[in-house]
């Protein structure tokens, strides 16, 4: 199962590294979300989509304790819910520049 992880991490940080080069820092989302709507992140503990899924992927198939698997799931719980939240302040925010939306 480690090998899977491995894997799926490897992989993952392949692709993320070639989507990365082709945005540029101020186009990302999180750069994007306080321009459009003035509201921003809090600082959690993770703070980025390839940590998260690595992450993921670490408590579901990796050898962790359950407390940790438990925390770890109550951090990407909070970063996915704030993530969700700015994707709705982006689209509302758009729907005034764009009310066909």
Known sequence: MKAVVN?????FRSLSK???TTCDADTRFKAVLPVLTGNRYVKLESQES????????????GDVS???????????ERYCGQDTE???WTVDAMRKFAPQL
């Open 18 to 20: 070639q989507w990365l």
């Open 66 to 76: 359950e407390a940790e698997r438990q925390k770890v799931r109550r951090q990407l």
């Open 86 to 88: 700015g994707m709705i």
């Open 50 to 61: 390839g940590q998260a899924i690595i992450e993921f992927l670490r408590i579901h198939f």
């Open 7 to 11: 894997s799926g991490e490897s992989a």
